[in-house]
Antibody, heavy 119, light 106 residues
Framework: QVQLQESGPGLVKPSETLSLTCTVS????????WSWIRQTPGKGLEWIGY???????NYNPSLKSRVTVSVDTSKNQFFLELSSVTAADTAVYYC?????????????WGQGTLVTVSS | DIQMTQSPSSLSASVGDRATITCRAS??????LNWYQQKPGRAPKLLIY???SLQSGVPSRYSGSGSGTDFTLTISSLQPEDFATYYC?????????FGQGTNLEI
C-alpha cells in the first residue's frame, strides 16, 4: 500500500522560505507525477505544482515565482520550497500522487501538515 | 484558469436518501473531472476519476456522469459514513483547480 508522509517545520516566519519533504513508501516514485496541494478555509484546495519523477515540473502561475519542487528518487522523496512567505501562505499542505500517467488525478495523499506563517 | 463551481454548497439528507451534487466548469473540460470526499482532519479521498470511473475500493453506490462543462456526483443510498465534504476537480489543464466544496450533512 502506497503511503505518503509530509514533514517539515510547522511554523515559518514571514519573508522566510517554507520547506517541506514528502516521503513515499510502499511503492516507487518512478513513473508517476507528484504534486503539492494546500488547503485553507478561505481559498479551499489549491494545487501548487507537480514534479514528474524525471524532474519535469509544472507550477501554478499564481505561485510560480516563489515555488520550487524537486525530487530525490534514491530516497523516494520529493520536496517543496515556497519563498517569501506571508500569512496568506498559512495552510494545511498535502503531497499527493497522480494516478499512473495522469498528473491531475490524485489517488494517494499524505495526511497533511499545518504550516503557520507568523513571527 | 478554469473555474469550478459546485452546487449546492451544503446539502442536508438522511440515511437511505439519494444525493446529487453538481459541478460546472467555466469551459469545456471533456471528461477530465474528478470527485473527492473529505472528512474533518483527513486528506481528500479520490472517489471518481475521468467523470465516471470508480476508483478502486470505492462503493458502487457512488457514480459520476457528465462531459463538457456539466457534471454530477450521485450517491444512490446514503450511508452514515458518507456524510462529508465533496469536491470536484478538473485535470484537463494546469493549474488543476477544485470546486469550493459541498458539505453533505445529516
Amino acid at each position: 500500500q502506497v503511503q505518503l508522509q509530509e514533514s517539515g517545520p510547522g511554523l515559518v516566519k514571514p519573508s522566510e522560505t517554507l520547506s517541506l519533504t514528502c516521503t513515499v513508501s510502499g511503492g516507487a516514485i518512478s513513473n508517476y507525477y507528484w504534486s503539492w496541494i494546500r488547503q485553507t478555509p478561505g481559498k479551499g484546495l489549491e494545487w501548487i505544482g507537480y514534479i514528474y519523477y524525471s524532474g519535469n515540473t509544472n507550477y501554478n502561475p499564481s505561485l510560480k515565482s516563489r515555488v520550487t519542487v524537486s525530487v530525490d528518487t534514491s530516497k523516494n522523496q520529493f520536496f517543496l520550497e515556497l519563498s517569501s512567505v506571508t500569512a496568506a501562505d498559512t495552510a494545511v499542505y498535502y503531497c499527493a500522487r497522480g494516478r499512473h500517467g495522469y498528473s491531475g488525478q490524485f489517488d494517494y495523499w499524505g495526511q497533511g501538515t499545518l504550516v503557520t506563517v507568523s513571527s | 484558469d478554469i473555474q469550478m463551481t459546485q452546487s449546492p454548497s451544503s446539502l442536508s439528507a438522511s440515511v437511505g436518501d439519494r444525493a446529487t451534487i453538481t459541478c460546472r466548469a467555466s469551459q469545456s473540460i471533456s471528461i477530465y473531472l474528478n470527485w473527492y470526499q473529505q472528512k474533518p482532519g483527513r486528506a481528500p479521498k479520490l472517489l471518481i476519476y475521468a467523470a465516471s470511473s470508480l476508483q478502486s475500493g470505492v462503493p458502487s453506490r457512488y457514480s459520476g456522469s457528465g462531459s463538457g462543462t456539466d457534471f454530477t456526483l450521485t450517491i444512490s443510498s446514503l450511508q452514515p459514513e458518507d456524510f462529508a465534504t465533496y469536491y470536484c476537480q478538473q485535470s484537463y489543464s494546469t493549474p488543476h483547480t477544485f470546486g469550493q466544496g459541498t458539505n453533505l450533512e445529516i
